[in-house]
């Protein structure tokens, strides 16, 4: 039929219409025949769709879903991410038609406005690497080209984009926790408990009630608000309630630690969890089952088994000197009674200065010294420890198994960019403090024979009576896993847990100030699409690696 109209057309002297998508599929070649393709994502798309533009119809006017990606890109903050990143007003003013110039440079501009936000969400608005040497995301490989081209073929933006998000279900009880959180910060947060003396139970008074409806909005405290009242048992649960998801003693007293943190905005808490959904996206996508989540932060590690955490211990993390890195690591074997490698950089620093004090110490705490040039065994004492520098230090330490090793009985072995290690220590009285800054960077972790059994359960011949009887033999052994246990080195300050408990923990590194002057840096001020600004509920809601540590 439409071959017939144009021939009558044709024979009457009348041109047929012209589609507007022709000229514009000309000028938007032009625009990217030059793009490496290898690396450009948006000339991948039109490479494959012969530059058809993929944003209008016929007529040259915008398809619907360049509304529909107008307002996922007006929702950014919904998952963690800023809407002035992707000009939405200015795309705004580009929906209004035009001829072929315009056509294209519309089709460009939201195509590129798609590919940012998709790889904002899939991957994160910041390389950490080029941050901190000691923050690295995991390796992904993600067509973001082909994602684009599912949200115009399928008519469906907001499924595309959905798809790209971390899968976890951590990242999406997060995600809601943050519009939770932003929400009370719209409502006008939460009553600040005046200073004072610390509050404890059976006290009254006018800071008690503020304590009350502070619990009341932070959803600690279930008990409806009413009058003056006192500090009773159901007010006590909710402190301690709080103290707990805070990383806090729960004695259930509200002293200057837990006011401090009780005061806190909610739009500062809200922040909080935009980081660590940030972080969230410097993941893997698939993580196998079992894995290990080591959390600084928090103190802790845990084992996760098919979405659910399993075994959870405590953990001692670097010191502030001296930071656990935030990587994907892989877990390749469980040694027990392991020799400890000194680093260079802690034998000069540390071992070499105690060896000048004591001419027995390194005898006494059984390491033995290497000479880097001839290769040999040398004797400890006839080393002139005094005269050594970090210019002559020329030598290898090795501490023996033993009690004095800092590796403890059992190490396990990580394959990873920093060298670092998870291992068990003899410093066991450590683990009774709240803040444990105390190793150089390698994790030590409480109850490690239990980690051991749990990993070397499915290895046969590694029943728990192997480890068990490995560990009293006393002797080095090296137990390869048949599998590499994915573990993951993270710095959360703000998560949610298995059972839908929000958690705070303190930035000890200064990481957080880090990644937010970072991401503030990167955006950039421009107008916002109308009601960008209000709360909305999240979609779906019912620089170079550093040298080797060998740490301990």
Known sequence: MMMLLIFILGAAGVAPPQDPRDAASALIHERVQVADTAVDARARFYTRRDYRPAWSDSTGQPVAAARRLLDALAHAPAVGLDSSDYAVAALDRLLAGGDAAAVAGRDLALSAAFLRYAADLATGRVDPATLDTLWRAADR???????L???VAEDDVAGALAQLAPPQPGFSRLQRALWWYRAIAASGGWTVVPPGPDLSRGERGERVDSLRARLAASGDLAAPLGGPGDYDAALERAVRRFQGRHGLPADGVAGAATLAALNVPAAERAATLALNLERWRWLPRELGTPYLV?????????VIDSGRTVMTVRAIIGRSDWPTPITDARLIEVDFHPH?????????????????????YLARQRIRVWSDVSGRELDPAAVDWAAVTESTFAYHLVQDPGPANPLGNIRFLLLDSYNVAIHDTPGRELFGHRVRLFSHGCVRIQRA????????GAVPGWPADSVRAALAAGD??????????RTLLVYRTGWVDDDGVVQFRDDVYGWDAKLREALSARSRPTAQHPGAGAPQAPPGTPLPVPGPRACP
């Not at 024979?449 to 070397?456: H, M, Q, V, W, Y």
Request: hydrophobic residues 60%.
């Open 141 to 147: 490989d993600l067509d973001l080209a082909a994602a």
């Open 149 to 151: 081209a599912r949200a």
């Open 294 to 302: 080591v959390n600084a932060p928090a103190f802790l590690l845990e």
């Open 340 to 360: 400890w490698n000194i680093p260079r950089a802690i034998a000069i620093q540390e071992v070499v200065p105690l060896a000048r004090a004591d001419a027995r």
């Open 449 to 456: 024979a239990d980690l051991a059994i749990r990993l070397l």
């Open 476 to 485: 080095e052994r090296r137990v390869p896993l048949p599998r590499a246990v």
